[in-house]
């Protein structure tokens, strides 16, 4: 069974960087995608950003473009969302996520792993 363990999270104040990780438990197939959702108090999850397992594609929210990284290490199993020039509204629980599937989605659904989520709370 896939696990997916996030770290990285914490409280930064508002222009400030951190950065999550998110490493599986086993080596992740040639096809996919690995991604990072998130969830605020009282609002629906979310997507941030994906990464292709091959090739290395990214695809990102609009509210994040140009603010935060995803990377992937395909020796580690891991993949990694650097996120710089933080806002008070990038507070959320951040979850790291794993799809199967060929073509690229930013729906929750397509996702078939979850890890349990990492706090990032950013202060203005």
Known sequence: ?????????GLVQAGGSLRLSCVASQRTSNNGFRAWFRQAPGKEREFVAAVTWIGGSTRYAEAVKGRFTISRDNAKNTVYLEMN??????????YCSLSRAALFS?????????GQGTNVTVSS
Request: aromatic fraction near 14%.
């Open 106 to 114: 930013s729906n929750r659904a397509a996702y078939s792993y979850w």
């Open 85 to 94: 020039n933080l806002k008070p509204e990038d507070t959320a629980v951040y």
């Open 1 to 9: 069974q896939m696990q997916l363990e996030e770290s990285g999270g």
